[in-house]
């Protein structure tokens, strides 16, 4: 799932996890008033239906996009619940409960029909856009058809484009005449009825559902590149003024029915986001009690680490949940030497595990050394060490120099490494990792690139990363639902290389891989399905094209002035939709 | 009088063309002189995902293959009349003053350095007064207290006061009265038309951040030009024409000290944008330092352009005033 | 001024003095040795002078002596915290200052190399300035009329660049490798070429103030009339007589210039990591407030500003004051 950054899928345990029943009484916990340490990732913290107050948000750099049919970040997959209903989506409670896939916009879960090609969903017939008019299976179908055109909304998963028939549709911008409304491969046979065709069956359609792609966006109101500013709303709030570069802010939509979207609420009178502020000073004023939320959500920074470890009060409004997340660096298989793969397993050997944990938080507060691409809470996962991850965690520079040899650099090599420079635990990792290849041979430059237009500008535009030699790229990623396949899939199918928005930095086309990845997605059995995901695994492992750091674990803190707050496992990070103020 | 406002509003006009004109040869030049051709000059300015046939239509459009004196009148017919950008799906419209297009915010540069304006003149416009007044003074009471405690001290610290980094005190400064003391808490900018009380509550420990090195400057340079004037003849005549001592201080000794301390001022507001960039870092207020450094973290070139020139042309005026001002205050120099 | 006079320092003692009743010539003192004299006595200027000698010391042969700055100490961090384990940021006798959080690089050798860095650009950014800037002032004054108000308004067009604004625009638009140069040599030339190129005025205005009083001095017209051209009065006559203000307007334009370079690392423009800057240190100090769980860690390299900025101002302060006769003190 949402990558890079904060998407915690976690899926916790097998058998919660393809649970599609609507959800029964989940397990809350009893709830204290301002709970304790880590209270928040188990129950809901300090419940209230009280209104009021202003929700302050606080990040780093900018949102990729406000617009859903352009975000891919796992906070922006949160955020976006705030004012947009996608037709399917998580389940707000805390826990396993949270892993529960439900209707949104849609009525009840999608009905798959004629052998499985097809998935037929009624959306709600009384839902309503921020000025009144009512929402229609039309909407939906235009959101989905608009994220075919890259080059207008370079982010986000490609899998309608994959699963539907009809993938070369160029998209609604382009000769808008002639291409508005004109994907085949979805119907709407009646203002409330949408119907997706496809061309394999595909067993977990439900989760492609819950993409915010889905979220409607009427044909009439969309400005393509500016639509960001102001997306029309279906959720609770709706968007007052977005000053680019600086904040947004979002006041109560009066045409929400509460009713219709029991996973989000309405509580706040005013939400606010602030952009661009320093990470550190973000965690100063969220100690401080100026700002309510950290909205990355991958957890504090070193100084407040430091701060919240070290005082038993404010260690009790922290949580410190496992996120689901993989902290790594992609290894460019186009950059050359990079292109043979015993100069990739190189910096897989030197790299010193050790210090790169260190950098994200060390094992307490950043997790525990990865040594496999997939966290051990996806669906399907083994434990195997292919790099001496976990038996030399101080990297092993003999081995990086035989491998040298290998390749034909017996004196190493120079490259790029690109990274997110407003996120100070991944400045440390960049730092890290070049002293660690230093002693092989492996000379690095370090690019710092800011993390709102990382995947859409630079490490995500896979010319801009031959051009600048950029070798070795930082990222996070979590699954974009439960199982192997919402992990793997747009990392490392040779099919998801796009020209911008890219997730498969590495660039891998590796038909072993690509051949277990379509085995999988046509398998229907949940069991053999989740047999695949260590196989993918291990090959890309071999492939040498992930660096994998930690399974990431995210201290949060927990401002008391908020109520309603939980993690939402599948975030991995606080439920934004279920926030309020006390 | 009339005639030297002329005169220096000409020479003003003339400096302005000049400057633009450096600056515009800078961008445009130097990474032509680097090495990079129009090509890739022109993919810096397209924003996302940039195709071949995006970058071919800016490097056209933009005329960035043209030699550069077309590219400049271009861009001067653009301050003045306004452009034309063709965006790839659209063709926008920037408006006069037009000082560029961001292919990457989609957006002309203009309104959003003007939105950010604001901020930065109300923190130098009001640390300049601070530190002008602040200097100024703490310098003629050391001097006319020479040797002193008070002298000595405050010379100490003056002395600390340049050899320290703004953005090391400017963080002192918020650790100790913001976050442990909260004497002025949650420091954000707040307009001045919304709320006059919290503008200026919110902006005082940047101002004192970006003052003390320059008051510390200019108690030195007061104090030693005040010695020097006090030491002069005339003013032993004024006082044994039996003037009262704060005569003699304010009209004879302090009116002649003070004139280089404007020349030096004048001098000294390029060094003024520099600080106020630092102490905006230093406090996150969104200001004209900020956007500087967001366009350079972008690789945003519109941007980077467009403020430099804002920024050249903000020295350029307040130099003109600066000049007036001195006139007003020695008439010799207006002959 | 007038020309100086050949001196010996012996004509200082009483015998010596007495020897020059008996016969020996009566020297007086050379203005240079005066005002060495006058300098010695200022104890605060010569503790600044001692501190810049042994400031230079460390920038030439302290990166051979130190550790090397890059290598990461891991085992001395607390991984959870990111702090040196021990206090005072893990001061031991292995490290006499210390280790930097997360990374556990040796303090001292970070510090030493980046004194190197500072004083590197610094000086060469002041030697660009003061030598653009003595030739252009020297011109303008001397010459005058059109040349001079030529010089003067493209000194006016310098000033109005702010130069830090600047300085980070051009970090931006200059692609990564450039000139035959990339990384940080291609950083430091670019600092140098931005500091050089756009302060110049600052030494040229007061030069050209200079060389007006003294064009009208008589010893200049004695020169003309013995038949000197321009040039050579220029660089014979009016040079020497201009050392003094060069030095010490020289002397106090280094300071100036190490704050400027500390300002561009401190907003990663400057030097890139991990190349240790003292601007870059106090950057991650403060920006990543790791100066909340190791204090020295923002103390250390704020001091190293601090005291060479402090110490090239006294000694200016006191060489100015030494070698002009009128200053009070």
Redesign the interface.
């Known amino acids: 799932m949402k990558r890079r950054g904060t998407i915690g899928l976690a899926a916790v345990t097998a058998a919660a996890a393809l649970i599609l029943a609507a959800c029964g009484s989940s397990s809350t916990k009893t709830s204290t008033s301002s709970g304790s340490f880590n209270s928040a990732v188990t129950g809901v913290v300090s419940p209230s239906t009280h209104k009021g107050g202003t929700l302050t948000f606080g990040n780093s750099s900018t949102p990729d996009s406000t617009d859903p049919g352009n975000t891919y970040y796992a906070f922006m997959w949160n955020f976006v619940r705030l004012y947009t209903m996608p037709l399917m989506t998580y389940k707000s409670c805390p826990g396993a409960c949270g892993l529960q896939v439900v209707p949104d916009l849609a009525t009840a879960p999608g009905v798959a029909g004629d052998h499985g090609l097809t998935w037929t969903y009624h959306i709600k017939p009384n839902v309503k856009f921020e000025d009144g008019t009512t929402v229609t299976s039309a909407d939906v179908k235009y959101a989905v058809e608009r994220t075919y055109d890259r080059t207008v909304l370079p982010n986000g998963p490609s899998y309608f484009p994959v699963l539907l028939t009809d993938p070369k549709y160029p998209g609604p911008f382009k000769n808008r005449s002639k291409n508005m409304m004109g994907l085949t491969a979805i119907t709407t046979p009646d203002p409330t009825t949408i119907v997706f065709h496809l061309q394999h069956p595909f067993a977990d359609f439900n989760y492609v559902a819950a993409i915010p792609q889905t979220a409607p966006v009427p044909p009439s109101k969309d400005t393509g590149t500016k639509y960001q500013l102001h997306p029309m709303s279906t959720g609770p709030y709706k968007f007052a003024s977005y000053q680019l570069n600086k904040q947004i802010t979002l006041v109560p939509n009066t045409n929400w029915n509460p009713a219709t979207d029991p996973n989000a609420k309405q509580l706040a009178s005013k939400v606010v986001v602030n952009l661009n502020m320093n990470a550190n000073d973000i965690d100063n004023r969220l100690i401080h009690g100026d700002l309510t939320v950290d909205m990355p959500g991958t957890g504090v920074q070193a100084a407040a680490r430091a701060r919240i470890l070290s005082s038993s009060s404010l260690k009790a409004q922290s949580d410190d949940p496992i996120s689901g997340f993989l902290w790594f660096a992609y290894i460019n298989t186009k950059v050359a030497p990079l292109n043979n793969v015993h100069c990739r397993m190189a910096i897989e050997y030197a790299a010193n595990k050790t210090n790169l944990q260190t950098a994200y938080g060390g094992p307490f507060a950043g997790g525990a050394v990865a040594s496999t691409v997939a966290p051990p809470n996806v669906l399907g996962y083994k434990k195997f060490d292919l790099y001496e991850a976990t038996s030399k965690p101080g990297g092993d520079v003999a081995k990086a120099k035989s491998e040298l040899t290998a390749c034909g650099q017996p004196s190493g090599f120079t490259t790029g490494v690109a990274y997110r420079s407003d996120r100070p635990k991944e400045v440390s990792a960049a730092q890290a990792l070049q002293a660690a290849l230093a002693p092989a041979g492996i000379h690095v430059t370090l690019h710092g690139y800011p993390a709102g237009t990382y995947y859409s500008d630079f490490a995500g535009v896979p010319k801009y990363v031959h051009a600048h030699k950029l070798g070795i790229l930082f990222g996070g990623w979590a699954a974009d639902w439960p199982d192997g396949y919402g992990f793997f899939d747009e990392i490392t199918n040779g099919n998801a290389i796009v020209p911008a928005g890219n997730t498969n930095i590495s660039e891998l086309n590796d038909p072993v891989v690509n051949k277990l990845l379509e085995q999988m997605a046509g398998t229907q059995n949940a069991t053999a399905r989740n047999a695949f995901t260590s196989k993918i695994d291990l090959q890309v492992m071999k492939d040498a094209v992930i660096l994998p750091e930690v399974y990431a674990k995210s201290l949060l803190y927990r401002s008391p002035a908020l109520s309603n707050v939980y993690v939402q496992t599948y975030y991995g990070m606080y439920n934004y939709a279920a926030l309020g103020l006390k | 009088m009339f005639a030297f406002i002329i005169r220096r509003l000409i020479?003003t006009v003339l400096?302005l063309i000049?400057?633009s004109m450096?600056?515009f040869a800078?961008?445009f030049l130097?990474?032509r002189?680097?090495?990079?051709n129009s090509y890739?000059l022109a993919s810096q300015y397209v924003?996302?995902?940039?195709?071949r046939s995006?970058i071919l239509q800016v490097e056209q459009r933009l005329g960035l293959n043209a030699p550069i004196y077309l590219q400049y009148g271009r861009f001067l017919r653009g301050i003045v009349v306004g452009a034309h950008f063709n965006s790839?799906?659209?063709t926008a419209y920037c408006p006069p003053p037009c000082f560029g297009y961001s292919f990457?915010?989609?957006?002309p540069v203009w309104p959003?350095m003007i939105?950010d304006v604001p901020v930065t003149a109300s923190l130098a416009a009001g640390a300049a007064i601070l530190w002008l007044s602040g200097g100024v003074a703490i310098g003629v009471v050391s001097a006319l207290r020479r040797g002193t405690l008070f002298d000595r001290f405050s010379m100490g610290v003056a002395?600390?006061g340049?050899?320290?980094?703004?953005?090391?005190t400017g963080?002192i400064s918020l650790?100790l009265f913001s976050?442990k003391w909260?004497i002025f808490?949650?420091v954000?900018y707040v307009e001045i038309t919304q709320n006059p009380l919290l503008w200026a509550r919110n902006l005082v420990l940047p101002w004192i951040t970006l003052a003390f090195l320059y008051a510390a400057l200019y108690a030195r340079l007061t104090r030693?030009g005040m010695?020097?004037t006090m030491?002069e003849d005339y003013i032993r005549t004024a006082r044994a024409k039996g003037l009262p001592e704060r005569t003699v201080i304010v009209k004879h000794g302090l009116r002649a000290a003070l004139t280089p301390i404007v020349t030096i001022f004048?001098?000294d507001?390029?060094?003024l944008?520099?600080?106020a960039?630092?102490t905006e870092?230093?406090f996150?207020l969104?200001g004209?330092?900020?956007f500087?450094?967001?366009?350079?973290?972008?690789?945003d070139?519109p941007e980077?352009?467009g403020?430099?020139m804002l920024?050249?042309f903000?020295?350029?005026v307040a130099?003109l005033v600066v000049d007036i001002l001195y006139a007003v205050v020695d008439p010799r120099v207006r002959h | 001024m007038t020309a100086p006079l050949e001196v010996s320092s012996e004509a200082a003692t009483p015998e010596a003095l007495l020897e020059g009743i008996r016969g020996a010539e009566i020297e007086g003192r050379s203005l240079g040795q005066i005002a060495w004299l006058r300098l010695r006595r200022d104890k605060v200027a010569m503790a600044g002078g001692v501190v810049i000698i042994v400031l230079i010391l460390i920038a030439v042969l302290g990166p051979y002596l130190v550790q090397n700055p890059l290598i990461y100490h891991s085992n001395l961090i607390n991984p959870t915290f990111s702090r040196p384990n021990g206090p005072f940021g893990g001061i031991s006798a292995a490290h006499p200052f210390g280790v930097e959080p997360v990374t556990g690089r040796d303090m001292l050798a970070r510090i030493v190399n980046g004194t190197r860095v500072s004083l590197l650009i610094a000086v060469l950014a002041t030697t660009l300035a003061v030598g653009i800037g003595v030739v252009m002032g020297i011109i303008a004054g001397y010459f005058g009329g059109w040349v001079d108000a030529v010089i003067a308004r493209s000194m006016d067009v310098f000033l109005a660049f702010p130069l830090l604004v600047f300085a980070i625009a051009l970090v931006g638009v200059i692609p990564s490798s450039a000139f035959g140069f990339s990384g940080n040599s291609l950083r430091i030339g670019l600092l140098v070429f931005v500091i050089g190129f756009f302060a110049w005025p600052y030494m040229g205005r007061i030069i050209r103030g200079q060389t007006l009083s003294l064009r009208e001095r008589e010893f200049v017209d004695a020169a003309r009339s013995l038949g000197a051209r321009g040039p050579y009065i220029l660089f014979r006559e009016l040079l020497p007589n201009l050392v003094a203000p060069i030095l010490v307007y020289s002397t106090l334009l280094i300071p100036t210039n190490i704050l400027f370079e500390a300002a561009l690392s401190y907003l990663a423009v400057g030097i890139i990591p991990p190349t240790p800057s003292w601007g870059g240190m106090l950057s991650d100090a403060v920006n990543n407030g790791y100066y909340s769980i190791d204090p020295m860690y923002m103390i250390i390299p704020g001091m190293a500003i601090f005291i060479t900025v402090m110490a090239f101002n006294l000694f200016g302060d006191g060489l100015r004051d030494a070698l002009d006769p009128r200053s009070s003190r």
């Open positions: 020479a400096l000049v400057v450096i600056t800078i961008f130097v990474p002189l680097a090495g990079q890739q924003g996302r995902n940039p195709t995006a790839g799906t659209s990457k915010n989609q957006q959003m939105s002395l600390a340049v050899s320290l980094p703004i953005f090391f963080l650790a976050y909260p808490p949650n954000q030693a010695l020097e030491s004048g001098m507001l390029g060094l944008l520099g600080g960039v630092l870092n230093t996150g969104h004209l330092g900020q500087t450094i967001q366009a350079i973290q972008q690789q070139l980077i352009l403020v430099t920024a050249a903000f020295i350029v130099n």
